[in-house]
């Protein structure tokens, strides 16, 4: 049997001009690649145990440096965007070739990983890295094959990732030097110039949200996912800042995954097999989870020690905020496994308004959640990126505009006919300013938002009553236990009423303005649910 697994992993290395490399190290186990990592200099040993690293100049996700091979089999069916740039195919085949070329006498790293919880919808990859931690993190990331699949796996897609070997722009079609390519006729993804891993892990995402509407009839959705005792499911989603991990590690509640999850007719499976976590002033007390998830083997990604030590400083963000821990979901305690639920009773889209404009939480009609789930709002605060001196309205697509191969309007139809479906409830939260905005209000305390939260879970709001706000026309209830009436609703908990107007009047002329560019997709269903100026 091991005789014919080297002959397929030579015949492999044939096919895709590997022959000529140096060393090649398949599926070394995690603590093999974390000696590796340590004695390439690639990181260090926490006091924990965790290996920390360095991304070198990326310290995030490059989306306008994202490019997918334009070809018969894309040409009609991709979203042709600001982040989904199309490049030749020539330009691609001349790429790999210099790559080959680079990778000659070089050590690789490959492993056998797959996407997708459940059998029936399995993705199986082969990722090649030649770099040691990076592999640790697919390893960690995606889903972990057994011996005896091992013995029997064809890759269906491939990821090379090199991230020294830079682009040139003038012979490869990209805009500079680093690049993430996806190839669906022959089913590749390139990677080169950034150290940054989650460009690993979205890239495979984004493979899924092409694949999985068009083969399967699967809504893939950038979402978190838990269970409660009885088996009910609730899905979050949300962009950075509004509380997913937070609130969907919940230890009442079993998680299914924090990122990246599929619907189908029976129910939600997780894509992943780990957790890629923020730890930007992590601490016991507020992600307890997260927190005791940080041991032996767990990757930190541009983190700082304490002077002196081998402690870990959570509140040093001096290369970037955007640390993150990379984990096998097994760290967590309390994780389904398999990572599946049953169909989600209900959604939650999680939004950090900084404007103090929407209700700590509301109910949406199926038109209005199609309409915020294409919108995909937020709020970014002054001090996250440079020139931001005031809180800006943040939109992105689905809650994930930067991987979305298909139009936005073609995921929330399919969520609008779910709901419809399966008789699911939609709830916008947010988990940012009350009473007033940044500066003048304050943010919604996180117990207020897990008791409201948990009200929903119960059914207590099945039987509540609410109130129509004037110009989103949301349903916003009336009361709940252990939340001020007077939280509850923005216009009550405003003290300067005309400010508070011209506020929402602001922030739905930016959700009008948003939509534009996805108007002449959209059905009248859809362009129903949003905002009421007049």
Not at 129 to 151: D, G, K, M, Q, Y
């Amino acid at each position: 049997m091991q005789q014919l697994q080297e002959q397929a992993r030579a015949l492999w290395l044939a096919k895709m001009a590997l022959t000529h490399v140096g060393k090649v190290h398949w599926q070394l186990s995690p603590i093999v690649l974390i000696e590796e990592a340590i004695q390439r200099r690639e990181g260090r040993l926490s006091q924990e145990g965790a290996l920390v690293c360095n991304t070198g100049g990326f310290t995030g996700r490059s989306p306008r440096d994202k490019y997918i091979v334009q070809d018969d089999k894309t040409r009609d069916t991709l979203w042709w965007s600001s982040v989904n740039t199309p490049l030749d195919p020539a330009y691609f085949d001349a790429l790999y070739q210099r790559i080959t070329q680079y990778l000659k006498g070089k050590e690789i790293y490959v492993r056998d990983v797959y996407a997708n919880a459940l059998p029936a919808y399995h993705l199986p990859i082969r990722v090649v890295n030649t770099v040691a931690w990076h592999n640790l993190f697919c390893h960690h990331i995606f889903l972990r094959p057994t011996s005896e699949v091992l013995r029997d796996f064809t890759p269906e897609f491939t990821i090379i990732s090199v991230p020294n070997f830079k682009a040139d722009p003038s012979l490869d079609g990209t805009r500079g030097p680093n690049f993430t390519i996806i190839n669906f006729s022959k089913k590749m993804i390139l990677i080169g110039g950034t150290g940054y891993a989650g460009e690993l892990k979205k890239s495979i995402f984004t493979v899924l949200n092409y694949l999985m509407p068009q083969k399967y009839q699967v809504l893939p959705m950038h979402c978190a996912a838990n269970m409660g005792e009885q088996g009910d499911t609730a899905i979050f989603f949300g962009l950075s800042g509004t509380g997913k991990t937070t609130l969907s590690t919940d230890p009442q509640r079993k998680l299914i995954g924090d990122d990246a999850h599929g619907w189908y007719d029976q129910g939600v499976f997780n894509f992943e097999g780990g957790c890629y976590a923020k730890t930007i002033n992590l601490s016991p007390e507020k992600e307890p989870q997260v927190f005791r998830a940080i041991k032996f083997g767990t990757i930190l990604e541009n983190m700082r020690f304490v002077a002196g030590t081998r402690e870990v400083d959570y509140a040093n963000a001096t290369v970037t905020e955007n640390m993150r821990g990379a984990y096998p979901i097994e760290h967590i305690p309390n994780v389904v496994i398999p990572s599946a639920g049953n169909i989600p009773q209900h959604i939650f889209f999680l939004t950090c308004d900084a404007l103090g404009v929407l209700p700590p939480i509301a109910k949406l009609s199926r038109e209005q959640a199609m309409y915020h789930f294409i919108s995909g709002y937020t709020a970014k605060l002054e001090g996250t990126e440079v020139g931001i001196t005031v809180p800006q309205a943040v939109f992105s697509a689905c809650f994930g505009t930067a991987f979305l191969p298909l139009h936005p309007t073609q995921y929330a139809t399919m969520l609008g006919q779910k709901m419809e479906k399966y008789a699911v409830s939609v709830w916008l939260v947010n988990t940012g300013w009350v009473g007033g905005g940044y500066g003048v209000g304050e943010r919604i305390q996180l117990a207020h938002t897990r008791t409201l939260i948990t009200a929903v879970l119960s059914g207590s709001f099945s039987e509540a009553s609410y109130t129509q706000h004037p110009v989103f026309g949301i349903s916003i209830p009336t009361r709940c236990s252990g939340v001020s009436e007077n939280l509850l609703n923005p216009n009550s908990s405003w003290q300067d009423k005309a400010n508070y107007a011209a506020q929402t009047q602001a922030l739905a002329q930016a959700f009008v303005d948003n939509f534009k560019q996805y108007e002449d997709f959209a059905s009248q269903e859809i362009r129903s649910g949003g905002p009421n100026l007049s």
